[in-house]
């Protein structure tokens, strides 16, 4: 055994038909799994010229080699396809137990082509797979899916990843969910099962997945293990959650504010983990093999759900100037329920608030109206009234009224809770990401915010690209492999060389897994290109580049990328305009 299960599944909807082949030995080799595969795959399979909601794209869900082998923190699976919202190339992440139970079904992934004539799901069972009548799951939420499959199959072991009624709507930024409250939440991978009429795909089995080296592999996770429960962001993690960062980014005066129009939030410590622990938390929550238990499962005034992480905390807290924790749990738990992005909804909504208040649109919401903003959340996942128009995202959005610089997005995808302008090389990584607007792609945050693995100068431009680099191909690497990314605040890329070298018994070295990581970010650039991204798009909002921060020690900062983005082509071995030359190509066996 090597820690794969073994086959994949390609269920081609518009045929009616699964066909299951083995996992070929090649793409673990080039590629190891989850982002990795999925990446492989889709750019493979589909021509760069289609229509992201049309039935020739492909979505893509695969768990890597570490997933659900018992390594902590080994829970992660990826979902890759041509994303409607930014148009790129890219793959979105989620934990729980549902890449787990994939792989102990028998799958390492599972390939969805073409366009079913009517809603079915996707049944992985012990080795086999069929398409199953959805009919009577379409216009259901998320929670009541899971539960009529769960019924229908008359086994609680069953996991379930599906959409809501946001998927099926085609709302640009739609996610999948799995065990009801795990989101591989952004780029609008729900709207391509939705418009495919794919509602769920759900796993079930006991087959083994072992490990090529059980004893070795062992020894690694004790190793692993120690250093990660020694670990200061670990350990703060587990205790407040992701929104431990909303008191530390509004210390830092970065915290993006009312659309990014300030970076301080005079009212963040009322939606803060701190206060979150203090009022609504019930219990802490972890994925698979967990032992950090970052999740937050809250509950107040008669309802329940997980979180809200740190992301959808400030999106719908100091991002629409509202400081109402109740109010911003609830819109987070309605975004679960329907499928939504818990980033790009309310960021969006921060762009709408901003234009009524300008009076580029006539709408009454504004800044800091908790009620308004949770009607918004309703009516984008139904696409009702202004709702279907912010349905498109913010660019779209903003565009149509003839203001897309209020737009914090780039490649047409929402930023998230950090402000680059004070964050020198946040915002290099977030305007090159190979996927828009993004944190976890490459999470400068760690260095120049936390101080890991070294403190960084989060103002200064120097040195700052080879970091950038560095971190974008270990964390393709990390999604690849079927770890959290959280674990690379404790752990080394030799930490994870040694897991994979033991799980999969191939011989992987600190520089080859990161030329993995490289191989993986470049394949999605040269696709990206073929769809017609270029220098131009990796950049940031104009607002970040010429309206200089006012408040704390980031006073009069803006974003410097052309300072860095020379410099990080050449890195990269790409040309002046970005692209990959033949020899970088050539190195990396593409």
């Known amino acids: 055994m090597d820690g794969y299960a073994g086959k994949i599944a390609y269920a081609d909807l518009s045929a009616e038909k699964v066909t299951i082949t083995p996992t070929p030995p090649e793409l673990k080799k080039q590629y190891i799994g989850g982002r990795g595969f999925g990446i492989r795959l889709l750019t493979d399979m589909v021509d760069p010229k289609i229509d992201p909601l049309g039935e ?103 996991r379930v990843a599906c959409i809501g009624p946001a998927g099926e709507k085609r709302v640009l930024f739609a996610c999948i969910i799995n065990e009801k409250t795990r989101a591989a939440g952004r780029g609008g991978v729900g709207a391509v099962m939705g418009s495919k009429n794919l509602k769920a795909i759900a796993a079930r089995g006991d087959l083994p997945v ?25 350990q703060a993690l587990g205790k407040y959650g992701t929104a431990v960062l909303v008191n530390i980014i509004n210390e830092n ?81 309605i975004c679960n329920e329907y499928g939504l992005d818990a980033i790009s ?18 709408h009454p919401v504004r800044f800091g109206d908790a009620k308004g903003m949770l009607e918004l959340v309703g009516q984008i996942s139904r696409r009702e009234g202004i709702g279907n128009e912010l349905a498109e995202g913010s660019f779209r959005f903003a565009t149509k009224y003839g203001h897309p610089e209020c737009s914090m997005s780039s490649k047409k995808q929402e930023l998230p809770a950090y402000d680059p302008r004070g964050i020198q090389g946040y915002g290099l990584a977030t305007a090159t990401s190979v996927r828009g607007g993004d944190h976890v792609y490459g999470y400068m945050i760690a260095p120049e915010i936390l101080g890991s693995p070294e403190k960084l100068d989060p103002y200064v431009t120097k040195g700052k690209p080879q970091w950038v680099k560095t971190f974008q191909d270990l964390t393709a690497a990390i999604d690849a492999s079927g770890m959290c990314l959280f674990t690379s605040f404790a752990l080394g890329v030799e930490d994870y060389a040694d897991l994979l070298s033991a799980t999969t018994g191939m011989k992987i070295d600190p ?40 408040e704390g020690a980031p006073a009069g900062q803006v974003w410097r990328g052309e300072e860095m983005l020379d410099e990080y082509y050449t890195l990269r071995g790409w040309d002046r305009e970005g692209t990959p030359t033949k020899e970088k190509q050539k190195e990396l066996g593409l």
């Open 210 to 234: 072992k490990a090529a080296d059980e004893a070795q592999l062992e020894s690694v996770k004790e190793r692993v293990k120690k250093k990660i429960e020694d670990n200061g962001i670990a």
């Open 345 to 362: 909804t309310p960021t969006t909504i921060a762009c709408l608030m901003e234009m009524a208040e300008k009076g580029y649109v006539k």
């Open 56 to 158: 020739k794209n492909v979505v893509v869900f695969a768990a890597g080699p570490l997933t659900g082998t018992g390594i902590p923190l080994g829970s992660r699976y990826e979902v890759s396809a041509i994303s409607p919202l930014s148009g790129t190339a890219m793959s979105a992440n989620s934990g729980g137990v549902f890449g787990w139970k994939m792989k102990k079904a028998g799958f390492d992934a599972v390939v969805v082509t073409g366009k079913s004539k009517k809603p079915v799901y996707l049944l992985l069972d012990s080795g086999k797979a069929e398409l199953r009548d959805a009919a009577h799951l379409w216009g259901k939420t998320t929670g009541q899916t899971t539960d009529a499959i769960v019924d229908e199959l008359k086994d609680k072991s069953v």
């Open 511 to 550: 520089a080859e897994l990161l030329k993995v990581g490289e191989r993986i970010w470049n394949l999605q650039k040269l696709y990206n290109i073929k769809r017609g991204f270029g220098r131009k798009d990796d950049t940031l909002p104009a607002r970040l580049l010429n309206e200089p921060l006012k």
């Open 253 to 333: 005066y970065v915290l993006p504010t009312r659309n990014f129009q300030t970076a301080h939030f005079p009212a963040a410590e009322k939606v803060s983990g701190e206060t979150m622990a203090a009022t609504i938390l019930k219990q802490n929550k972890g994925c698979y093999a967990c032992i950090v238990k970052c999740g937050r499962v809250c509950a107040f005034d008669g309802e329940s759900g997980e979180g809200p992480e740190y992301e959808p905390d400030w999106a719908f807290g100091p991002d629409c100037g509202i400081d109402d924790l109740k109010a911003v749990a609830r819109a987070n738990n």
